[in-house]
């Protein structure tokens, strides 16, 4: 217990240290604790610690999961969303971080009417066109906008970028300044509010902050090192 206590109060005492750096208030980033392969055990311990918000990124994991922690905590999907999972996902989480191209947002519209339920999520963008990793081409995201934002069930409410592995921090600040400055730039053109950033994990998450994160995706600062991964 004290020990996800204290990693908790260390990682929050990081952000609000990285966002006074940058002019601004700590409570203008929401934490989420990430949970991928750790046990509802530690995922008390840390809501006994006060945390709220928690992160899953395989579906099958959070099918099992969250039914057996309390009602009142708030889940976002953080992961790739297959397609075969959606209707799985839409229930359980308030936010899909993920959505990573028109196709997908399609299918989540789709479906998301036929259960008669408004997604709100955010649009993954490859900023390093990394073929490893999904998202949106940032000039592919400009060019899918417009119909994007005519799907009805969706709320767009912003982006969401994970760079590329590095052993500094600060080679992601590039990243993060570029994902700014396109949900800028996209704002300005479509009139749209794209308010949230998701940017940030483990590594590199103070930088975020620095940069504008609105919501920052940390599991292993908190939780300690993944169990081994489970098949979703």
Do not use: C
């Not at 409570?27 to 945390?51: C, F, M, N, W, Y």
């Amino acid at each position: 217990m004290a020990e996800v206590a204290d990693n908790l109060a260390r990682v929050r005492e990081q952000i609000a240290r990285a966002a006074a750096k940058s002019g601004r208030a700590a409570d203008q980033v929401e934490l989420v604790a990430i949970t991928k392969t750790h046990p509802a055990g530690k995922v008390r311990e840390s809501i006994e610690a006060g945390q709220t918000l928690f992160g899953e990124s395989r579906v099958q994991e959070a099918r099992a999961k969250i039914p057996d922690l309390p009602s009142n905590i708030r889940w976002h999907f953080v992961g790739h969303l297959q397609k075969n999972k959606i209707r799985h996902a839409l229930p359980l989480f308030e936010l899909i971080h993920s959505v990573d191209s028109l196709a997908l947002a399609q299918d989540v519209n789709r479906i998301a009417e036929e259960d008669g339920l408004h997604p709100r999520v955010l649009l993954e963008v490859n900023l390093a066109g990394e073929g490893s990793k999904f998202g949106f081409a940032p000039e592919k995201l400009r060019e899918d906008l417009e119909n994007l934002l005519a799907l009805p069930r969706l709320s767009i409410l912003g982006l969401m970028t994970i760079p590329p592995l590095a052993d500094e921090a600060e080679a992601s600040r590039k990243y993060f300044v570029q994902l700014r400055e396109l949900r800028d730039r996209l704002q300005t053109e479509f009139h749209v509010d794209l308010a949230q950033l998701s940017m940030g994990m483990t590594q590199d998450f103070a930088v975020a902050v620095e940069e504008g994160a609105t919501l920052v995706r940390v599991g292993t600062a908190i939780f300690g090192e993944r169990s081994k991964r489970q098949k979703d």
